[in-house]
């Protein structure tokens, strides 16, 4: 069992920066890719940015290269979006998630993800 706990969300204006946290439990947190994801009001989950286990790899949308960063800290159980130059656009609620797969195209797929935090709000004023 996976727990994941994001904090980082809040009120900026555009072209600020914010850096979420996803604070996992468990030892074997290295052992899975790690994915953030957002969804607006009225809108689908959207893919943002993903991570395999060890951190070799990442995998970015379009829409936020750039732009964010992810990054992990195994040994705290931690993944990390460091967002600069938001944009309105990037309101939403942000939520980090955890699967085991073998990759490929599996990292932007929200069905592939086994666990999920709660998510986390950012807003981003215009």
């Known amino acids: 069992q996976v727990q994941l706990v994001e904090s980082g969300g809040g009120l900026v204006q555009a072209g600020g920066s914010l850096r979420l946290s996803c604070a996992a439990s468990?030892?074997?947190?290295?052992?899975?890719?790690m994915g953030w994801f957002r969804q607006a009001p009225g809108k689908e989950r959207e893919f943002v940015v993903a991570?395999?286990?060890?951190?070799?790899?990442?995998y970015y949308a379009d829409s936020v290269k750039d732009r964010f960063t992810i990054s992990r800290d195994n040994a705290k159980n931690t993944v990390y979006l460091q967002m600069n130059s938001l944009k309105p656009e990037d309101t939403a609620v942000y939520y980090c998630?955890?699967?085991?797969?073998?990759?490929?195209?599996?990292?932007?797929?929200?069905?592939?993800?086994?666990?999920w935090g709660q998510g986390t709000q950012v807003t981003v004023a215009s």
């Open positions: 998630a955890a699967g085991i797969f073998p990759g490929g195209s599996m990292y932007y797929t929200p069905q592939n993800y086994n666990y």
């Open positions: 468990g030892r074997t947190f290295s052992w899975y890719n």
């Open positions: 991570i395999t286990g060890s951190g070799a790899r990442t």
